[in-house]
């Protein structure tokens, strides 16, 4: 274990958990790396807030939904107007901000003219008033909403960019390879969080943007728990001080990189995320991070090696950009090593930390294939996959996955993942199950 700290920023740990020991002939390195970053001041949230000097510069712009189905009912748009003030709240004084209204066409709502205001008692009061001039009407196009916010946000010298999208609809007036488009032009130049607003949009949309965009997505069934929930977001936003964190792994000669997932507090495959930073090492990105912990599971295939033989498998460090556009290394570190034995009862042991998350990817993965098979007809491969997905979270105490899993289907026993699927699921159901399934319960260490 190793860390770093410097004033008013996180003091950054990393932690390595796995089973070193591998049989004659062994290849496959596992572990959990846990990076925590605690220490760097984050009380004194919203505006006004007396540690707000000591913090880093942010830039926020809100994105929401403004096509002609937040009319129905009408008191959505009032939800969202409502929310998106709660969210202009929510900000500490000095916060660079924009509000954009979304249809098949982006619009500045407040401040306008291509600027971003600064958060203060009188910019709050003129966003509120902006906010009750937004009205519905016009399609979807959430690729330019991103966009607009991206050169919004890049107008600001500031160290965190962060955006917030709300949806309630599907992205019906630009094509799947334009929203992407967006995202690809959108990625590492800011963070984003989305959520769905009532049952008419689509998941897969919604969790692409998170994930692309190093964000959180959710679903708001209910309107009435937009502005609750907007102003969860706007505080973990504000929270963060640390941006554009990523995981460097430095491999020795003969070693390749068979994975790199976030998993937890939710499974985020990054392997194909990897840019290259030096001989034999390579960056995964993590976003920005404020008082928190997270796990990663990297798998590593190593060269065969003779019985008595250890090598360094890995190494995991912490880097940032440097003002100099060279990586800053935050010193924080963990090593993987690999060590060959003929000890049976060594070498077949799996850490528990690598098979807890191992059964949560697996859940994820079954949960999102259940429900695929189930849209489909397929009702007995249906219930195959959601009754694996009610073992694997009875048996590793993933009590809010049950819980939404059993609104899904009836448990008859589910320490055998035997299940019935119910005849009438709500929409709003299945989308949260769908919406959550990659959100995990952290290994007890």
């Known amino acids: 274990m190793a860390n770093f700290a410097k004033p008013d920023v996180p003091r950054f740990s990393v932690d390595v958990y796995q089973n070193e020991y591998l049989p004659e002939g062994g290849r496959e390195v596992n572990a959990i790396v846990t990076v925590t970053a605690t220490g760097g001041g984050t009380i004194g949230k919203g505006p006004g807030a007396a540690a707000a000097g000591r913090r880093p510069s942010a830039a926020v712009a809100v994105m929401v939904d403004c096509s002609g189905s937040m009319d129905y009912p009408p008191t959505k748009m009032r939800h969202a107007r409502d929310a998106t003030a709660a969210a202009v709240d929510t900000l ?71 955006g917030v999208l709300l949806t309630d609809g599907r992205n019906e007036h630009e094509s799947p390879d334009d929203l992407r488009a967006a995202l690809d032009a959108c990625a590492g130049r800011f963070t984003c969080d989305a959520r769905g607003v009532g049952t008419d949009w689509e998941v897969k949309e919604v969790t692409a943007i998170a994930s692309a965009l190093l964000g959180t997505a959710d679903i708001v069934a209910d309107p009435a728990g937009l502005a609750a929930d907007f102003t969860r977001m706007m505080e973990t936003a504000m929270g963060k001080e640390v941006a554009d964190v990523a995981l460097r792994v430095w491999t020795p000669v003969g070693t390749a990189i068979r994975f790199v997932k976030q998993v937890a507090p939710a499974v985020e495959d990054l392997t194909g995320r990897r840019t290259e930073a030096g001989p034999r090492a390579g960056d995964y990105p993590t976003g920005s991070w404020g008082d928190e912990s997270r796990d990663y599971h990297l798998c590593v295939e190593v060269p065969p090696a003779g019985l008595g033989r250890e090598m360094l498998a890995a190494r995991v460090s912490l880097v940032v950009p440097g003002q100099d556009g060279t990586a800053q290394n935050l010193g924080a570190q963990g090593l993987v090593r690999a060590v060959w034995t003929d000890d049976m009862t060594a070498s077949t042991a799996i850490s528990p930390q690598v098979a807890h998350y191992t059964g949560q990817a697996e859940l994820a993965q079954v949960i999102k294939q259940g429900l695929d098979l189930r849209k489909v007809g397929d009702f007995d491969g249906a219930t195959a996959k959601l009754g694996r997905a009610v073992q694997l979270a009875s048996a590793s105490g993933n009590a809010d996955t049950a819980k939404l899993l059993a609104k899904v289907v009836d448990v008859v026993d589910a320490a055998t993942g035997t299940v019935r699927l119910k005849t009438r699921v709500a929409e709003a159901d299945e989308m949260t199950l769908e919406t959550r399934s990659t959100k995990t319960v952290r290994v007890k260490k």
Do not use: Q
């Open 92 to 162: 500490r004084d000095g916060t660079r901000f924009a509000v954009i209204g979304g249809t098949h066409v982006a619009t500045e709502v407040y401040p306008g003219g291509g600027r971003l205001a600064v958060a203060g008692p009188a910019a709050r009061e003129e966003a509120k008033r902006a906010l009750r001039r937004l009205s519905a009407g016009g399609g979807t196009a959430i690729g330019t909403w991103l966009r607009l916010a991206d050169r919004l946000l890049a107008s600001a010298d500031v160290t965190l960019r962060h």
